[in-house]
């Protein structure tokens, strides 16, 4: 039986500079995806997955982001006052139970590693989840979740992968694995932002891991990798050198890059066209757009 996971990290320290001027006032992870901020999806995938505490590494600038887990009694009695149950209960699943968050600082931008490092005396002696928040993953199952049912079989540690095209791998970690179809896979190493040409495979690193507290000693060094930043990357890799036991996990589900403009739209869009309160508009419209592109062409 593995230790149950119980503690996820969300590192949300970065300054967002790709969406300014949004995020000159607001951070990054409070931008919406149809009407509920990018972090909500991450924690209610965290939730799913049984995770009970939630570790934010932010940094100044996020007061934001941690107001907005707080319980909001004025709204709340305004909307009870006005009979509104919907909203209410959109309102109550922000709430988070007291003591459920923990945020630490990140003081300086040095990296993912670095970031997760900072959570360390939270994280203590137990296995952990990071959920990368930009990494938006629609499943039927929630992604970690899967992770996590998959995990109570092999241990050790565990990162979500997903194949990319090949001019794409070198933006993300990269995993050296055997060729095979199944959805867990034994890691032989991995490497983060490849110079092209250099992959291992085009199966990269998508924002869900699961990792023992060994993979934070590995950062206690500090050493810098990829970019000149603190790779959590290459922790996991040092943590295969060491002891082999780390798995690739190729998830159900269709992951959205929120961590660019272009895959915020994507989300956007695919995620009210599966609303059923917004499909018919959204559709419409939509095909309105194209038939007009398309006669102006
Ligand atoms: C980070 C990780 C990288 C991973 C990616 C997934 O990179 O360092 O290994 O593949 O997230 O989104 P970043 O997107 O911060 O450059």
Not at 1 to 13: E, I, L, N, S, T
Not at 98 to 105: D, H, L, P
Not at 134 to 163: F, H, R, S, W
Not at 188 to 200: I, L, Q, Y
């Amino acid at each position: 039986m593995q230790q149950k996971v119980k503690k996820a990290v969300f590192p949300v320290a970065g300054q967002g500079t790709r969406f300014l001027p949004a995020t000159k006032a607001v951070p990054k992870e409070i931008l919406t995806l149809v009407d509920r901020p990018l972090i909500q999806y991450a924690i209610d995938e965290a939730r799913a997955a049984g995770i009970e505490e939630f570790i934010f590494v932010t940094s100044r600038g996020k007061g934001a982001l941690e107001d907005y887990f707080d319980h909001a009694p004025e709204l709340e009695a305004a909307l009870k006052a006005k009979g509104k149950t919907a909203l209410l209960d959109a309102l109550r699943e922000t709430y988070m139970d007291s003591g459920a968050i923990a945020c630490v600082r990140q003081h300086q931008a040095l990296g993912l590693g670095h970031a997760v490092w900072c959570a360390r005396h939270l994280i203590g002696d137990e296995p952990f989840a990071v959920l990368l928040p930009d990494d938006v993953i629609a499943a039927d199952k929630p992604c970690l979740q899967q992770m996590v049912e998959a995990y109570a079989e092999t241990g050790g540690n565990m990162v979500a992968a997903m194949e990319v095209p090949a001019d794409k791998v070198s933006s993300y970690g990269v995993l050296d694995v055997p060729t095979g179809i199944s959805p867990v896979l034994p890691v032989r190493a991995m490497v983060e932002k490849p110079a092209p040409g250099t992959e291992p495979s085009n199966l990269a690193v998508i924002g869900r891991y699961i990792l023992s507290p060994q993979v934070l000693r590995h950062l206690d060094g500090q050493e810098k990798g990829a970019g000149g930043e603190i790779q959590l990357t290459d922790a996991i890799a040092r943590e295969i050198a060491r002891a082999n036991n780390v798995h690739g996990f190729r998830f159900e589900g269709v992951r959205y890059d929120c961590g660019s403009k272009a895959g915020f739209l994507q989300a956007t869009l695919a995620f009210g066209l599966a609303r059923d309160d917004l499909r018919g508009e959204l559709e419409e419209f939509l095909y309105d757009m194209l038939a007009m592109r398309q006669a102006a062409q």
